[in-house]
């Protein structure tokens, strides 16, 4: 659902991007609440995997195409203001290096792919967490009706902002039948992708997903015939106290998600250098709707046309596998390092002490010394 140049005039475009602007500020402020020393690493990755799988366009109808927008996921797992952050990085990325979503736009996709579907996906999601068990399979289930929700509510954002800015003169009703009836179908791909990314991280790191931190029941263990909690390690941990004198060994330390992060590195490399390239090459529900309805009339150049990664191909490049898969590749590697540089950059203004983590000193605290 990437917003071309040329579909909405320049003053709701603009609009668009103060409303873009202004949720980012937000995110970054509520980002340093959300990002700790397991998640920050892992937001950066969630980019990059959003990236990788945004290439894979699966067939939904007749001609039509849809990808994972993938603002329920982030939100899910990282939280809503890393989930909006993470999605403005992918967004960045695509329109200034792979010319996929318009620059004067960029406002219009933040709003409509990072803001409503963060938004409707996160709330919806912990309304389904309150009301069903606190399993994992009820996560998975609630985390699949939220992501598949989203897809049709920014496909109704996106048709309100052409109801008031559209630069072609269409019945607003006749574009809002066609966004939201086809952006239903690619929503149950996006629950389907959702679900499945966040019951695999449940199933072996629930501490990992920020959408379910005090929702899961404790796990049980078995022991001589009955059911006790299991020790702590397993659980979501917290941070470590300050051992004293006489204190015993405490608590297990925060474990390491250096092995979710390296095998979904893996997948996202794989997936945007590989799998890529069986993707459905059929427009997207947008660009479907948009050649239907006669929206795509005013259509203008990308002003990153002339980039050597334009298309999502390498320039000079003919063999069109190794092209796409290497353009791919180069996506998912400068997304995770840019975003994992990002969230570590405001974790460390949470902190204010990069080097320990500590609380940052104040002038009475100098006196005091």
């Not at 579909?7 to 873009?20: H, K, M, Y």
């Not at 799988?53 to 001609?63: C, D, R, S, W, Y």
């Not at 803001?115 to 068990?133: D, E, H, Q, W």
Request: net charge neutral.
């Amino acid at each position: 659902m990437h917003v071309p140049d040329g579909f909405i005039d320049a003053p709701v475009s603009v609009a668009a991007g103060v409303v873009a602007a202004g949720a980012v500020a937000v995110s970054l402020r509520g980002a340093r609440r959300e990002l700790d020393e397991r998640i920050a690493p892992l937001a950066g990755l969630v980019a990059a995997f959003i990236f990788a799988v945004q290439m894979l366009n699966f067939p939904v109808a007749a001609g039509t195409s849809g990808h994972l927008l993938g603002g329920a996921l982030a939100a899910i797992l990282v939280g809503p203001y890393t989930g909006v952050l993470c999605i403005a990085v992918v967004l960045l990325m695509q329109g200034v290096f792979f010319a996929d979503g318009g620059l004067t736009a960029l406002g219009v996709n933040i709003t409509v792919m990072g803001v409503v579907t963060v938004v409707v996906a996160y709330g919806l999601f912990r309304l389904l967490s309150r009301v069903l068990p606190r399993t994992r399979g009820a996560a998975t289930a609630s985390a699949f009706v939220a992501a598949l929700v989203s897809v049709p509510a920014a496909a109704a954002a996106f048709t309100l902002l052409y109801g008031i800015g559209g630069t072609t003169d269409i019945p607003i009703g006749k574009v809002l039948t066609a966004m939201v009836g086809v952006h239903v179908l690619i929503g149950i791909g996006e629950g389907v992708i959702t679900a499945l990314t966040v019951g695999a991280v449940l199933a072996v790191r629930p501490d990992l997903v920020h959408g379910v931190r005090g929702r899961t029941a404790p796990l049980k263990l078995r022991v001589d015939g009955e059911l006790v909690d299991a020790p702590a390690a397993t659980r979501d941990p917290g941070p470590d106290p300050v051992p004293g004198p006489d204190s015993g060994p405490g608590p297990e330390p925060v474990r390491s998600a250096r092995g979710v992060w390296a095998t979904g590195l893996v997948a996202a490399l794989v997936l945007a250098g590989f799998v890529s390239f069986y993707a459905s090459a059929n427009p997207d529900g947008l660009e479907k709707v948009a050649a239907d309805q006669g929206i795509d009339e005013k259509t203008e150049e990308h002003g990153a046309a002339g980039s050597p990664l334009a298309d999502y191909g390498v320039a000079d490049i003919a063999n069109a596998r190794i092209s796409g898969g290497l353009a791919g590749v180069i996506g998912v590697s400068a997304t995770v390092v840019v975003g994992t540089g990002i969230f570590w950059t405001v974790r460390r203004r949470r902190t204010g002490d990069p080097g320990t983590g500590g609380p940052r000193t104040g002038p009475r605290d100098h006196e005091n010394a």
